[in-house]
């Protein structure tokens, strides 16, 4: 029987295979990164885990340090654009407690591999001069959002609040990465130190 489907049909479902494969190898090394850090993404240990010939990694990545700076940037990417959706719009008007349940959220969303990941990421990118400026910018950008949300919460002074809120947050998703953690615990008692921060905030703006 011959193949009915038309040249461009092809090109683009062969496309779409490459496109997933890709991104099959990006989430398997993703993975590895965050059980053991740069050591284990290896050629072999990311064609195991995506399923894959061994080849197949080299095909798609001129090396492994190339997949891992991609791993690097899609982390600092999600994590931009994560908190740029937190960002209220001008005249919005939160309660402490509305605030709160945003942090609560964005810990309940997370696995403690994607904690792990995010973390390791974070502090790994500073070895990484040529991912400096995705690390910058995703740093501007969630201090932005906090300032946003904690402005829309009514505190003049944000400052030292973002601060306290930046330090709070870090600790839920480095406690996190235990697996043994239960994320829903952390997450609540953050809502609740996120809670004590804005209401001290406003007192101290009243």
């Not at 090109?11 to 997933?20: D, I, P, Y």
């Not at 201090?143 to 930046?166: F, N, W």
Request: hydrophobic share 45%; net charge negative.
């Amino acid at each position: 029987m011959s193949d009915s489907t038309p040249p461009g049909g092809r090109a683009r479902l062969s496309q779409e295979r490459s496109r997933v494969r890709r991104d099959q190898l990006i989430t398997a090394a993703a993975t590895l990164f965050a059980e053991g850090g740069t050591k284990a993404v290896t050629h072999r240990s990311v064609s195991e885990a995506a399923d894959v010939p061994l080849a197949t990694v080299s095909y798609y990545f001129a090396s492994i340090e190339q997949l891992v700076d991609v791993v690097f940037s899609q982390t600092l990417t999600s994590w931009n654009e994560t908190w740029s959706a937190l960002q209220p719009e001008p005249g919005t008007v939160l309660t402490p407690d509305d605030v709160g349940a945003i942090f609560e959220r964005l810990v309940v969303e997370h696995t403690s591999t994607t904690a792990a990941q995010r973390m390791q990421v974070y502090l790994a990118t500073f070895a990484r001069p040529h991912l400096m400026d995705d690390l910058h910018a995703m740093r501007a950008n969630v201090g932005a959002s906090m300032i946003s949300l904690v402005q829309a919460a009514g505190v003049k002074d944000s400052i030292e609040c973002v601060r306290a809120l930046s330090v709070l947050y870090t600790g839920a998703l480095v406690s996190i990465t235990d697996p043994s953690d239960d994320i829903a615990s952390v997450a609540a008692l953050l809502r609740r130190q996120v809670v004590r921060v804005l209401e001290d905030g406003l007192r101290t703006s009243s």
